[in-house]
């Protein structure tokens, strides 16, 4: 999915209230997602060019009353945004679950970012070995086999001298 910048968005939203085309035209031209252009509009009519330039902040405190209101009123993705100015459908409907199973204290939990790595899986960095490397990598291998099985049948031929020896 491509990052549509807040300037293209910005274009399309002052298209749209120039009357040039229909929502789902302009969105399309812009590459914008159409359900999430008309969240933009919505956002967009109530708070103005704040909601692409100046989001509102995402604190704790927010996540609560946005999703207990959008719960309480039933509103969708559209009526939240112009009540907020918030357009992040995602973290909507996310925040919305969480409030609906775990209540207020599920969105006090919540951390920034990615989720840290399984501690069991391997490195994303593991390098893969060229032909060359590979077939040193074999031949070592072997090497190292036949070095064992040489010290191991200079083993067995001196027990075997030793137990001749010890018979005569």
Request: a positive charge; hydrophobic letters at 35%; charged letters at 25%.
């Amino acid at each position: 999915m491509t990052k549509i910048s807040k300037q293209t968005k910005f274009k399309a939203i002052q298209e749209y209230f120039l009357g040039v085309d229909s929502k789902r035209s302009i969105a399309r031209r812009y590459g914008l997602d159409s359900t999430a252009f008309l969240v933009l509009i919505a956002a967009y009519e109530t708070h103005g060019p704040d909601v692409l330039f100046n989001p509102p902040k995402v604190t704790t405190e927010f996540r609560i009353a946005l999703a207990s209101w959008a719960i309480k009123n039933n509103a969708s993705y559209t009526e939240i945004a112009a009540k907020f100015g918030y357009t992040g459908t995602a973290q909507m409907r996310a925040w919305k679950e969480i409030y609906s199973k775990l209540g207020p204290n599920g969105l006090l939990s919540i951390q920034k970012g990615r989720k840290p790595e399984m501690p069991n899986k391997k490195p994303k960095s593991v390098k893969k070995l060229t032909e060359q490397e590979n077939r040193l990598s074999q031949l070592e291998d072997e090497v190292l086999r036949l070095k064992i099985e040489n010290e191991a049948l200079k083993l067995l031929a001196s027990i075997q001298q030793r137990t001749d020896n010890s018979q005569k």
